[in-house]
């Protein structure tokens, strides 16, 4: 069977009640013992159970019952349903085969080397591993980890292309708040605050224009004897207009 029935109990008291089924095909048709269906037509089973018609629930035609009334030893089959209801997400950790486990630790490096922003949470949802042997694969503290070699997880079957896709898709996505959060925490140097509010200034001035002083200091850098020069020459300016004036 494709499905499982609905309510087979019930199933089987409307079975014996309005069919010339046997046994053995009610039992084969509702998952149950044919000395339990013999319960039920003797009625020490199920008595106080109502029967359901599988035909109005559309698991069961008229022309089926029909064929297996003709033949007994048919049995009956359910029939496709008109709507198909997808299987509802199971929560907990990944179910891994038992043949594939010895390869989560291999995923696990192939992840950490791979993608380095996936969190263990993360690596734990798509592997279905612990968070300590994440840490020990990490640290090449694991008791196989002169063996381990990194495997692709999707290779191995141990998740989908499309779930690790989403996993590092959010990952990356976090990252720069992470990044912000990190800068934002950081005190800041003076020369670091100095040059980060020069760059800015600079940035609004714009890049061609020049400082009214830079020429000023090129001529100082350049020539650092110029200062004491001129300082000489205008003392003895200054004293020979005095003796002129004197004279």
Known sequence: MS?????????????VDNTAL?????????TLHPLEVQGIADGDVASGIMGVNPIQN?????????????DPEYRMKLSEPKVRVAAPKRKGPRYTPISRRNERPNAIKWLVRNHPELKDAQIMRLV??????????RENTHWNAANLAAMDPVTL??????????????????????????EGTMLL??????????????????????????????????????EVLDA????????????????
């Open 189 to 226: 140097t003076a020369e670091e605050a100095l040059a980060r509010a020069g760059g800015h200034a600079h940035g609004h001035a714009g890049e061609d224009a020049a400082s009214p002083f830079e020429g000023m200091d090129g001529a100082r850098e350049d020539n650092p004897e110029d």
């Open 232 to 247: 000489d020459s205008v003392f003895a300016k200054l004293k020979s207009l005095k003796s002129d004036t004197e004279e």
């Open 22 to 30: 046997s046994f053995e095909q009610i039992a084969a048709f509702c």
């Open 128 to 137: 279905g591993t612990t968070k300590s042997t994440i840490e020990s694969v």
């Open 3 to 15: 499905q499982s029935l609905l309510m087979p109990k019930a199933t089987a008291v409307w079975l």
């Open 58 to 70: 559309g698991q069961l035609t008229r022309e089926e019952i029909e064929k297996a009334e003709a």
């Open 157 to 182: 079957g141990l998740c989908s292309q499309m779930d690790l896709d989403l996993e590092v898709k959010r990952a990356a996505k976090d990252a720069p708040a992470q990044a912000e959060l990190a």
